[in-house]
């Protein structure tokens, strides 16, 4: 399911005229004719290089929001538009209930994405090392733990590079070195001009320092810029005999320096 689901994704939206903003407008969804509606007249814009938690209470809309901007739902009102080339979706719970082992799984998604097969591999192996999936290169998926499933499901969303990130409860489901992990390939993403929509429950914006917020309740969306005044500590280590220059090269660019330690275990 989420191997079509995302070839889906990938078809609808190829050839998308790229780095445009992601356009919300009066986006309808209910499930089924006469039940109620989960989003109503929802309006909103995902800019290149925005960061947006999407916060609510459980069942309140989070993942359908984030379905409807994944391209997996289509509104029952509404459009989405302007998706960018490449969505990288990594859904709530990674359907493991699928046939192949975790590398045989993972070159199929990202021939799906368009990579040839030495792309691919080497894609598969920097994903695989990077998120501590080398002991379960040859595992069934079936057989894998809820935890190490979700972090293939991680892997395959970001095969190919993506333009559009979309994270849904990444801090439940993963193990807590992998959680660690998120912000940073969130900011890599984004370094590259790409967009990050992550949902949380649990109140976990603090590790996404200046993240947008958008609320779901009631079926509306309320949206928040992020604290301009907010500000963020970078740990940065450099080289010994640079340390000077590069104290003064980040005070030049106006950043705040903080304290200077000796890496520890280096
Ligand atoms: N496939 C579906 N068919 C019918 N109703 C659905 C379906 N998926 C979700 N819903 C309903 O839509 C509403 C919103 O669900 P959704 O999963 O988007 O909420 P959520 O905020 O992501 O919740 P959670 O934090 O528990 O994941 C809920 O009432 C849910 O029961």
């Not at 976990?204 to 609320?215: C, D, K, Y």
Request: aromatic share 4%.
């Amino acid at each position: 399911m989420l191997a079509e689901a995302v070839g889906n994704a990938c078809t609808a939206s190829r050839n998308r005229w790229h780095n445009r903003p992601v356009h919300l407008d009066d986006v309808w969804l209910r499930y089924h004719r006469g039940t109620p509606w989960v989003l109503q007249a929802v309006n909103a814009r995902v800019e290149p290089g925005d960061i947006v938690v999407v916060l609510g209470r459980n069942g309140a809309g989070k993942s359908t929001l984030l379905q409807l901007i994944a391209g997996v739902l289509r509104p029952t009102r509404g459009r989405v538009s302007d998706r960018p080339a490449v969505v990288g979706w990594v859904p709530e719970r990674f359907p493991a209930d699928q046939a192949g082992t975790v590398t045989g799984y993972l070159r199929a998604m990202a021939a799906v994405r368009g990579l040839r097969p030495a792309a691919a591999a080497r894609a598969v192996d920097a994903w695989v090392q990077r998120l501590g999936l080398d002991a379960f290169r040859d595992v069934k998926l079936p057989e894998l733990s809820k935890g190490t499933a979700q972090k293939v499901g991680l892997a395959q969303a970001l095969l190919a590079p993506p333009d559009l990130l979309i994270l849904d409860e990444p801090w439940e489901g993963l193990d807590a070195a992998t959680r660690d992990l998120v912000p940073g390939i969130v900011l890599e993403v984004v370094a590259r001009g790409g967009s990050v929509l992550v949902s949380d429950h649990r109140g976990e914006t603090v590790r996404l320092p200046g993240a947008a917020t958008w609320t779901v309740a009631d079926g509306t969306l309320t949206t928040a810029a992020p604290d301009s005044g907010q500000r963020c500590v970078v740990e940065v280590a450099v080289e010994a005999a640079d340390l000077a220059g590069a104290v003064a090269r980040l005070r030049e660019q106006g950043h705040h320096v903080l304290r200077v330690r000796e890496e520890v275990g280096s």
